[in-house]
């Protein structure tokens, strides 16, 4: 049975036993809460939200009162649960590593012991937790726990400052930003009280000319009315004098009607009375003519001036008129007083007769031809008086059409005038609501941009506190579904959750893991090689730096590491990262040197070897490689062939050059199956002439081949051997994995060479980043399952990253040993040995034990 643990305050954690009386009062103490950690008194957490250790010893003792309630209830299904929680809860809220890497072990077991009896996985748990209670009461234990939670909350404390000066910040850039829109909605203001004038202007210059055409409108018709009224006037004055003029030709015609027979009679002179009479009859036709055409012309309206112009002409006329008519009576009265001389005197005074007859009558022609002439005169002024009539007439029509359409226009104009302030208000509120947008997006734009650098910070210090504790990063990409796949018609098994949890459903149920970063497969190079190159910083900062792939044949591995020319993978990214970096640092001398070895078939092949040699036939077998370990436990190739590249693209041609020698195939799953393991080294010499100091750096970037099953891959001779062996030497991965995780003493390194090349990135002295890489496919849901299993047991594996560095005299020193090795050369050599063989049989093995785990072969 399980121990009941009698007090429950801070400080006390002797674990004595009680009765289940005692335990029913401890349960009802006011300031508990309901076990594994929940009830209102517990986690009293600062603004940092950090859990304090007494705050957590509290939750465990807690934890451990109902779980013994349970337990002597026979609820052990319960107790397992309730103890479980408390550890993981304990485990999520205490900070160091003497306390938490037990705690995980036994957690891994209790859990591993529940799977078949939760009997026994929830004494695992109970024994966890009162180790956890004994640890903590350890001054070194607690010490190093309350040091890791002030650093956390000086780090909180630093971020909230940073946030509030950023928040301030942005507050200031915001006033700014609304005062330059208040500025331009002024002008934008003014401008449409401009406009607004100018369209006043318009509507008032157009209704100045509605009114300038009414007022020439009304003088075209007064003046018309004036012509036509003088034209009236003038036709009948023409009328009167025409009545005159008649009256007095019609006088003229009687008294020289009458005396004509007397004439005759008298003296019988016919010449004289044909002359007097044709006189006569000369000016009837004379007079009739000029009232005719002066009747013709009257009703075109001729001026006053002229009419009495006309009268007194006239009046000339009949005066003539009479005293041709008085002399025409005085000649023929003498004509009748003598027979004898009737005819001489009748004749003289009818030549005298007839010459101012004719003399008349040129005087009538005259008048007659300047009264017709002056008639056409008038004639002309009248049609033309007429045409301008006709014409004002037709300018007053149109006039008077453009006035009503000007009306109605104006009265359009009213209707668009409200329509217009009914538009300007819906556009100053549409203006307003725009700004109101505009500020939303603004303040989601600013939100998202900080909740991004939030992220990123967060990410950061995430990824600090890891390297502090010493975990392998693990990082989990999903590739797209293959064309095998499509046309099997495979379904999605896996779901990405979030960015750093994913779901995947199995034949067994569905299975959750949670990794530092999960990338989906919409996820490009550059995302995936943005949480990377602060690796390749530390490689040029000193530390020993690993990036390996690992997943199921054909899950993208190669795709991941490599990439293709239009879409680069982790490798040309590291490398174009790690030049730019050492072109950002003037003050370091940099040496950058790499080896390239690929394992195939359990043989190590040097790829700059066989690269160097391809043509030449003549070079026989390649010297035997030899694995190593330096002082500082970093892992080198004895004998494998190093090359310097002084840019990125050198160093990129030797790395394009040296994987195309490697071996590949084709199988059922992969058209281009890598066949090997490929280690690509990059060896970083950096001398900084500002400190005096030399630091040695590595990066080795690791393409592990794609475990395979021959039903899938339809692999068979050759293929096969290269799949047992490429099974076999995972697997021996799989077993380091799996007793670094359990934190075993004994780590099989020896049991393959691909484990020793790996050697100081499992479990070593170098910041390891895993990307595990598998297929969304049902087809392939069972390797899925296991390649992500493995991967959640290298997170619970713990690496020692150290610096490589050494001062410039230690720099010196090693050189003058070089010296006076060289030196003796001749004589008794001085042999200093550097580095410790990696090789040898079991027999005369070193055990070197480093952290309470011995490394095979040191």
């Known amino acids: 049975s399980l121990p009941v643990v009698a007090d429950v305050e801070e400080g006390d954690g002797d674990g004595a036993e009680v009765n289940t ?37 509290l939750n465990i003792k807690r934890a451990i009162v109902k779980g013994t309630n349970l337990w002597k209830s026979n609820r052990r299904d319960e107790c397992y649960d309730l103890y479980l929680d408390s550890c993981e809860d304990t485990y999520k809220n205490l900070h160091s590593n003497e306390l938490r890497n037990p705690l995980a072990d036994s957690i891994t ?33 607690k010490r190093a726990e309350e040091e890791i939670v002030q650093q956390l909350r000086d780090r909180s404390a630093s971020l909230t400052q940073l946030a509030s000066a950023k928040e301030a910040a942005a507050s200031k850039d915001l006033q700014a930003l609304v005062e330059e829109i208040n500025n331009a909605l002024m002008e934008e203001k003014q401008h449409q009280q ?100 002066l009747a013709g012309p009257a009703g075109g309206g001729a001026d006053a001036s002229e009419v009495r112009k006309l009268n007194r002409k006239i009046k000339e006329l009949e005066a003539q008129l009479k005293a041709a008519a008085s002399a025409a009576a005085a000649g023929g009265g003498g004509g009748g007083s003598s027979n004898n001389n009737s005819v001489v005197s009748g004749g003289g005074g009818g030549g005298g007769n007839n010459s ?100 990123a910070l967060r990410k950061k210090y995430k990824n600090d506190l890891e390297d502090l504790k010493g975990a392998i990063r693990v990082y989990a990409r999903c590739r797209p579904m293959a064309k095998y796949e499509i046309e099997k018609g495979c379904k999605n098994v896996v779901e990405i959750k979030d960015d750093t949890s994913l779901k995947v459903i199995t034949q067994r149920g569905e299975k959750e893991f949670e990794f530092d970063a999960v990338f989906s497969t919409t996820s490009t190079q550059d995302q995936v090689f943005e949480d990377t190159k602060r690796l390749v910083e530390s490689c040029l900062d000193g530390f ?91 892992i080198f190739i004895r004998n494998s062939v190093l090359k310097e590249a002084t840019s990125p693209e050198e160093l990129m041609d030797l790395f394009n050059k040296g994987n195309l020698e490697r071996h590949t195939g084709a199988t059922q799953m992969n058209a281009e199956s890598s066949r090997s393991h490929s280690i690509f080294a990059i060896m970083v010499e950096s001398y900084d002439r500002t400190s005096k100091r030399t630091t040695v750096g590595k990066l080795s970037i690791v393409d592990l081949a794609g475990s395979e099953r021959a039903d899938k891959t339809g692999a068979s ?48 002295n170098a910041k390891t980043l895993m990307f595990v890489n598998f297929s969304p496919a049902d087809y392939n849901s069972d390797e899925t399952a296991t390649s992500l299993s493995y991967a959640s047991r290298v997170k619970k594996i713990v690496n020692n990253a150290s610096k490589q560095a050494e001062s410039e005299e230690v720099a010196r020193l090693k050189a003058l040993v070089k010296r006076l090795q060289a030196a003796n050369a001749a004589g008794q050599p001085l042999v200093i040995e550097e580095d410790k063989d990696m090789g040898g049989g079991d027999e005369g093995a070193v055990q070197q034990e480093q952290d309470d785990k011995v490394y095979d072969g040191y």
């Open 21 to 57: 009386a005692d335990v029913v009062v401890l349960k009802l103490t006011p300031n508990m809460g309901g076990g594994g950690g929940g009830g209102k008194g517990s986690n009293r957490r600062d603004n940092s939200g950090i859990v304090e250790l007494p705050e957590v010893i």
């Open 109 to 141: 077991n209790g859990k591993n012991q529940g799977l078949t009896n939760k009997q026994r996985g929830a004494v695992v748990l109970r024994k966890a937790l009162d180790k956890v209670l004994v640890e903590s009461q350890q001054p070194a234990t």
């Open 194 to 293: 401009q406009i607004q004038r100018e369209k006043q202007r318009e509507l008032e210059q157009i209704q100045q000319e509605l009114q300038q055409g009414a007022v020439k409108q009304a003088e075209a018709t007064a003046t018309a009315s004036s012509l036509l009224n003088r034209a009236r006037a003038a036709e009948s004055l023409v009328q009167s004098l025409r009545r005159q003029l008649d009256t007095v030709i019609s006088s003229a015609n009687g008294s020289m009607v009458d005396s004509a027979p007397s004439q005759a009679a008298n003296s019988g002179n016919e010449g004289a009375a044909g002359a007097v009479g044709g006189g006569d009859a000369s000016k009837t036709t004379v007079a009739a003519k000029p009232a005719q055409s």
């Open 356 to 455: 101012e007859a004719k003399l008349l009558q040129r005087k009538l022609k005259d008048l007659e031809s300047s009264s017709k002439k002056e008639a056409r005169q008038l004639e002309t002024r009248a049609n033309k008086a007429e045409t301008a009539l006709q014409k004002l007439q037709a300018s007053q029509q149109s006039l008077v059409a453009e006035r009503d359409s000007l009306k109605q226009d104006n009265n359009a104009l009213a209707h668009l005038k409200a329509d217009l302030d009914s538009f300007k208000a819906k556009a100053d509120r549409c203006k307003e609501l725009e700004q109101e947008v505009a500020k939303k997006e603004a303040d989601i734009a600013q939100i998202a941009e900080l909740f991004k650098k939030e992220t």
């Open 544 to 634: 020993n730096v690993c990036v390996f792939a690992y997943g199921q044949t054909g899950s993208g591995k190669t795709f991941t590491m490599t990439g293709s020319p239009s879409m680069p993978g982790l490798t040309p990214k590291a490398i174009d990262e790690l030049f730019r970096l050492i072109a950002d640092k003037p003050q370091l001398t940099c040496k950058v040197t790499t080896y390239f070895l690929e394992l195939y078939n359990d043989n190590l092949v040097d790829l700059f070897y066989v690269l160097d040699n391809k043509k030449n036939k003549a070079a026989g077998e390649p010297p035997k490689l030899e694995i190593k370990m330096d002082n500082n436990k970093m």
């Open 717 to 764: 001779a050759d293929r096969l051997k290269e799949a047992q062996s490429i099974n076999k030497s995972l697997s021996a991965l799989g077993d380091v994995i799996s007793a670094l995780s359990e934190g075993v003493k004994f780590i099989p390194y020896r049991n393959n060479k691909l484990t020793q090349l790996m050697q100081d990135s499992l479990g070593g």
